[in-house]
Each structure stands twice: as structure tokens, then as C-alpha cells.
């Protein structure tokens, strides 16, 4: 009798477990990227080795009529790395440091490096990148093929950091790229969403490691574009910065805190500058985030506890490449049927406090689960075709947990059009590598570079061989 | 002797297979990770077998007098390498784990056969044996659902550390009700003797 309980009862777990997890995000032979929306069955994906496959892959597509998507460590959310029945090229094999030169302080790597690679061999020689994400879990490939930015607010986007690449285009040749050799080429790949070929090697300038101070303020969203002004811009000791506003319902849209990292040359670089390696407290930040995540009060007592966290860090000291990768375990979420997925909104600083409170209001008369919102500075550069930074802007990073039905995204297209058009309003743009909620439309308002962008994919690929899903959302027509 | 008094063992050792099927497949994914190639993960797997199979030589001898003490130190040990796991940042320590839970494993399989052979008595094994089965595999199955589960919620490190705490619970079950048993079939062995001298 007990046994046969004990049996109905796991044959019933069994089985919900098998429901709970029968949905199209949770497909094993389907592939996706990080925001498991859309999976597809490709042709195959094929690990990069060497130059010569890769060279082979190109022509074998050519021939077969196949299309190529190039995937770096697909953090990107819109189909930016697949393309149905396509050849999938997984450039995470691909991956060495080749050389290091510290007198002139650069590093060329390979595509597929991530930036922890590109981390660990430049912090002997007291070197660091110039810009990047926040984590360094991303590869340099994906990470200039779409322009990214993070903490440092005196070195521009990434692409600024670009000396030169090396470009497999679709004709199977390989050009060297920089700013006086196939220039033409420069701004388009950079930021090109891997639509101009396969960048096989990078070479990028550096900056030098340097002791850091943490200290941390709060403010409310109206004080804010003034206090970066007059105390962070303007003093340039402070070479990192970043700043959050509160979801939590109790202050929402309205309290922030900002921390700066402050040169600080009393404290010697050696000595200080072991790399952290593995992460601190992911199990009761996790918990902390699922509780964010799931509860209005789990998001109050997270953002008392934030600033309470703050507040400790407050004085300590950081190496530059120690505060350029920050952790990311905590946010892992594998949850069947929904995902935490970014959306970001370029916003100038004289135009911040009253974006916000339209945000405020959107974000009011529609149900969306808002878990985060971080804010970066980046400076004008107007370098790639699809520039996002027509001006000096704020970058506000919001996490939003959504449903992945057909259902669920809908209502979240709906929702994201009318925070967008609320950018719009506010002379802002939004971020690409995101799931392509904007309508085409609002597109082609925010990046006018558009026609420009996509005659060049046609004049250097005009079979269309390296195809994704950032191609098809956006190409129109 | 009865399925009654083995009842202390298949619940101790239920909790064990809980432990040890809630942590195992993920475990394997963690190993093939910290071996890049299988053939280093295949190394992993040897030296917990030589491990095992080396100190089982050792064992044997002992066993008879101590079965219940060994089956008591395996959970022990197993609950100090899950407590170990997350803090391991090297492929040598993995190794060092490994040979660990190797001679914990032959503790576990050499005094689990010993008892349920001491408390069970020829020609009626069977209903006991396929008790323990029953329940140890059942165990297996609604840790392994489990453990899926905590580690989507939380981490593997939080797997770990779950299992390190139901084979410190295993560990108190075997001490606690084991010596209590091993006398009474002690007990039992003894007036059986007496029996056939009659
Ligand atoms: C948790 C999280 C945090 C993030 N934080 C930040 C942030 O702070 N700042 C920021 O700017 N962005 C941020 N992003 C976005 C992130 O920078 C991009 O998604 C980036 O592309 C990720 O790099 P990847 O290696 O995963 O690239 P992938 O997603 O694999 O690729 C991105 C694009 O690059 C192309 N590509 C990749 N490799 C190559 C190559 N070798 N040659 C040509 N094209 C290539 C792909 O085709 C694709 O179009 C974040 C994303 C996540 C998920």
C-alpha cells in the first residue's frame, strides 16, 4: 500500500514536471539565445577551429545556397546569432590571445575570446580594457559587433577601443579593417550585428589597471542629471560610475543611489591587483532575486538591502580590472515559460527626470514585472552606422521578467512601443542586441542611419549569406 | 529476524540514496566540466574506483566487527566532500574528492551488504532486499526531481550542500538506531547459537 503511493505519487511528479517543462523554450534541439524566445531547428552549428574552416564554411554556404549566423555567447535577445536551416557558427572555440604589446598597450585576440580571457592576460602587465559590459562572460566578437558600453565614463563605446580587425566577408576574402584600411567597412561591422562577415581577429587599445576608491550617494531621479554633472563629470579622478533606480513600490521611479570609482594613487597597484576569480554569496542573492522577482515586498526589502550593501562598500578599494567584472550568477533563471529580458533606453541627461516620469507612467497602466533598472553614462559617438549615441546620453538598463507565450509577448510589444514612443519624445534611442519590440517604424525614427546601413549589407553581401533575425525584424520592405 | 529490524537501515539508507540521487547526475555534468576532455573525466572516475577497490582490501577484515561504524563514517565523509565541492577550484583537488568519495563508497556498499545479510536470515531475504531496493530507488527518484528543481531556484552549490546535509542526517540515523539494532541482532545471533548447541 505504501509502495504504491509512493509510486502514484513520483509517476504524478514525473509527469508534472514533464508538462511544466513541455514548452517551445525548454526544446533541447531547438536553438535560441539567451532570451529563449523564438527557437528554431538550424542546418548545423559549427564550432570555429581555424581559419581555413572557417574560410571553407563560407564557401560550402555559398555553394549550397545556405545562409551563415555568427554566434559569439549569444547574450544577445533577438535572433541576432541563428537563422532557420542556416549554418550556425559558434565562435567561442575560437578564442586565443595573440599577442599582448605592452609598450604600445594593445592586445589582439581572437573573435571568440571573452573578456575575462582578454582580462587575465593583460593584468600582469598592469593593463585593462578601456570599455566593456558590466560581466566579462561575453566575447570581444559579439561584444564590437554591437557596440557595447558599460561602467567607464571617459573612454566612449567600445568601438572607440577598436584599432583594427581582420573581416572574413561573404566573397570568402579576408580583409584587414581599421580606420585608414577598408574603412568603408569599420562602422559597419562594429556595430554591424554580424551581418558584414566573420571578424576573426581583433586588436584593441588598452588602459592602464589603476587602484580605485568605491564610494556611493543617494539622490532622487530629479537630482540626478545635476549631481553627475557637477560632481562625477566634472571631477576626473572618477573613471567609473553607475547608478540604479528604485523598482520597489514603496520609493518606484524615485529614489537612486550612484556609485563612483575614484582613482585613488596613494594605494599601489601591485599588490592589489589579483584577480577575483569565482563569486561571492550567489545563494542568498539569488534567493534575494527571486524574491525581487516574485513579491512587491520581495522588491522593497531587495532595495533596502542594496543600498544597505552599498553603504558597506563604501571606502573600499578595487582594481580596475577587479571592478570590470562584476557578477552575474544571481541572475541565471531558467524558469519554464518566462525569462528575465533587458530593454535599454538612451535618454540625454537634460531629458532624464522627465522621460522617467513618463516612463513612470507607462510602466503604471501596463502589467509589467520591472525587476531593475541600472544607469550608465555614454559619451557621444556618433562613429557606427547604427549609433546609438547621437549625443551624451544616459543608458537606463531595465530587466523585466515576461511571459514567453505568444500571449505574453504580444501584450509586452504593446507595452515596449509606448515606452518607446515616450523615448522618442525625449530625443532618446533604444538598444539593439535586445528582443526587437519596436516597431519598424520606431526604428527607422531612432536609427535614421538605416537606409545607409542595409544598402551596405546589399553592396557587400548581395546574396544575403550572413543572415539572422536582427536582419529580418529590421531589413522592412 | 524480520523486515522489522531492518527497518532502521533502509531508512537510514533511503536518506543516503536521497543524498547521493539528488546530487549524482548533476554531479556528472559538474565533473565533465572541471575535464574539458572526457578522457580527463574518465580519469576522475578511475581514481574513485581504485580508491574503492584498494581500500576495500583493507576493509574486509574489519567489517564483520565494525559494519555499522563504517556505514556511519561513508555518510560522514560524504557529507564533508559535498561541503568541500563548491569551494574546489582545481582538477587535483577534484581528483583528491574522487579517491574521498572512493573509499567512502566501499565503506557504504561493503557494510549495507554486511547488515542486510546480519538481519536477514537464508530463505527469507528476498521480501527484505526488495524493501530496501524499493525504497532506495523511490528515494533516488523524488531527489533527483528535487534537486532539478533547487538547483533552477538556487545553485548547484546549494545542491551540494543539501546533500551534504541528508548524509549528515544519514549519519545520525545509522549511529543512533544502527547500534540499537546491531545489538539486538547481536542478541539474536547469540541465543540462535545457544539454540543449536541444545
Ligand atoms: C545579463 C546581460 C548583461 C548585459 N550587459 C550589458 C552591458 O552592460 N552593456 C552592453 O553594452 N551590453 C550588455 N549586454 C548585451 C551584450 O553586450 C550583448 O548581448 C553582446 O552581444 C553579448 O556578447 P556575446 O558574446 O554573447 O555575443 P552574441 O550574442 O553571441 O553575438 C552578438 C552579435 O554579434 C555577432 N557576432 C558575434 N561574434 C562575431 C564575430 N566573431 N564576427 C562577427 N559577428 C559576430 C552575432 O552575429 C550577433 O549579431 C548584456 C547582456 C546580458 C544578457
Known sequence: MKKSIALLLLAALSLYVYVRNDVPDQDPYAITDYSRLHPVKVERVVKGQEERQLVAIVQEARQKGL???????????????????????????????????????TVRVQAGATWKDVQDAVNPYGLAVKTKQSQNIFTVGGSISINAHGRDIRNGSLIKSVESFRLLTADGQIKQVSRTENADLFPLALGGYG????????????????????????????????????????????????????????????????????????????????????????????????????????????????????????????????????????????????????????????????????????????????????VRYVNRDEEAKLSYAREDMFALVCLFNVPLTEQGQTQMKQSVQRILDAVMKHRGTYYLPYAPYASLDQFRAMYPNYGVFFNKKDEYDPEHLFMNYFYENYRGE | MNALNAQWLIRSQ????????????????????????????????????????????????????????????????????????????????????????????????MSERLLIADHTQHGSRGVVIGSFHFWTSAASGFAVILGGFLIDWLTIDALFYASALLYALSAWAVWRYGRHGAGRAAAAESQRAAHRQL
Not at chain 1, 81 to 101: C, E, H, Q, W
Not at chain 2, 58 to 77: E, I, Y
Open chain 1, 67 to 105: 545562409t551563415v549566423s555568427i554566434a559569439g555567447q549569444r547574450h544577445s535577445q533577438g535572433g541576432h546569432t541563428y537563422y532557420k536551416d542556416g549554418i550556425v557558427v559558434d565562435m567561442t572555440s575560437f578564442n586565443r590571445i595573440l599577442a599582448v604589446d605592452p609598450a604600445r598597450k
Open chain 1, 195 to 374: 551581418l558584414f562577415g566573420i571578424i576573426l581577429d581583433v586588436t584593441l587599445t588598452l588602459a592602464d589597471d589603476e587602484m580605485y576608491r568605491i564610494t556611493s550617494d543617494r539622490m532622487s531621479v530629479g537630482e540626478y542629471s545635476a549631481y553627475f554633472q557637477n560632481r562625477v563629470k566634472s571631477n576626473p579622478d572618477i573613471r567609473l560610475h553607475l547608478a540604479r533606480i528604485s523598482v520597489a513600490p514603496d520609493s518606484f521611479l524615485t529614489d537612486m543611489y550612484a556609485i563612483n570609482y575614484t582613482v585613488d594613487r596613494s594605494i599601489p597597484l601591485r599588490g592589489h591587483d589579483r584577480l577575483n576569480e569565482g563569486e561571492r554569496l550567489v545563494i542568498p542573492t539569488k534567493l534575494m532575486f527571486n524574491l525581487n522577482r516574485s513579491f512587491d515586498w520581495g522588491k522593497n526589502v531587495f532595495w533596502d538591502l542594496q543600498k544597505r550593501f552599498f553603504g558597506t562598500q563604501q571606502g573600499t578599494v578595487i582594481s580596475r580590472n577587479n571592478a570590470m567584472r562584476s557578477e552575474s550568477g544571481f541572475m541565471e533563471y531558467r524558469e519554464a515559460g518566462k525569462n528575465d529580458l533587458l530593454q535599454e533606453y538612451f535618454i540625454p541627461p537634460d531629458e532624464l527626470s522627465a522621460f522617467v516620469e513618463d516612463f513612470k507612467a507607462v510602466l503604471r497602466s501596463e502589467s509589467m514585472n520591472l525587476l531593475n533598472i541600472t
Open chain 2, 14 to 109: 533511503s536518506i543516503v540514496t536521497l543524498a547521493a540521487g539528488m546530487i549524482y547526475p548533476y554531479y556528472l555534468l559538474f565533473l565533465k566540466n572541471a575535464g574539458n576532455s572526457y578522457s580527463k573525466y574518465g580519469l576522475a572516475f578511475a581514481v574513485f574506483t581504485v580508491s574503492s577497490a584498494a581500500v576495500s582490501q583493507w576493509l574486509a577484515p574489519r567489517l564483520d566487527r565494525h559494519g555499522v561504524r563504517m556505514l556511519a563514517a561513508s555518510s560522514l565523509g560524504m557529507a564533508a566532500v559535498m561541503l568541500a565541492f563548491p569551494w574546489v577550484m582545481s582538477y587535483g583537488l577534484v581528483l583528491v574528492l574522487q579517491l574521498v568519495m572512493g573509499i567512502c563508497n566501499a565503506m557504504q556498499k
